[in-house]
């Protein structure tokens, strides 16, 4: 059976990427503090317009600057409060943030390896991978969704160059505002 963005309702779960999804990237470097993360103007009210249309919203990146020593867990940890402090405002939340500060290209932890995933599972046996969506900006994002028995959606914010149709995205988007606008509708959510 083909996704239809009409198969969604409050049993799905939608997994998220971040950087270039939520906020601007920093090229060939990484968000360190707060002060650099900067979300994208529209993210605060479609979290929370995505919040009431999913059962849960979970975050997973991939946080290099970790494992090379730029920076540490409480650093990400700041940062990640913030995010949730900026996407309250508005009566959104993420339910769960998982990250893989891993070098290592093979970690199973880190994408587009299914590990964070996997530890989202644990934590909420109640997922269900085909009932679920990756949102990213990357190909690495859309694997990691295919690696899990997602579905995908990937937002053109960062790589609008990417190809597509692919076999490994189900729906492109400009940014994460497109696909809630769309999805909306789609459902009949006012």
Do not use: C
Not at 123 to 130: A, E, V
Not at 165 to 188: A, C
Request: hydrophobic fraction near 35%; avoid cysteine.
């Amino acid at each position: 059976m083909q996704f239809q963005l009409s198969n969604i309702d409050k049993s799905w779960t939608l997994f998220l990427d971040r950087d270039g999804v939520l906020n601007e990237e920093k090229k060939d470097s990484y968000v360190f503090n707060r002060k650099e993360l900067h979300l994208f103007d529209y993210v605060p009210k479609s979290i929370a317009q995505l919040s009431n249309i999913f059962n849960k919203l979970i975050l997973v990146t991939n946080q290099k600057g970790i494992g090379k020593g730029l920076m540490t867990v409480d650093d990400l940890s700041d940062i990640h409060s913030y995010l949730q402090e900026n996407i309250a405002k508005e009566g959104g939340k993420i339910d769960a943030i998982y990250f893989a500060p891993d070098l290592d290209s093979n970690s199973p932890n880190r994408k587009p390896n299914a590990g964070m995933a996997l530890q989202a599972k644990k934590d909420f046996p109640d997922i269900d991978f085909s009932k679920s969506i990756m949102v990213g900006n990357r190909m690495s994002d859309m694997e990691f969704g295919r690696n899990a028995g997602m579905h995908t959606i990937f937002v053109a914010t960062t790589h609008p160059e990417t190809p597509f149709p692919d076999e490994r995205i189900d729906f492109r988007f400009d940014n994460l505002s497109d696909f809630t606008e769309r999805l909306r509708t789609t459902i009949g959510q006012q």
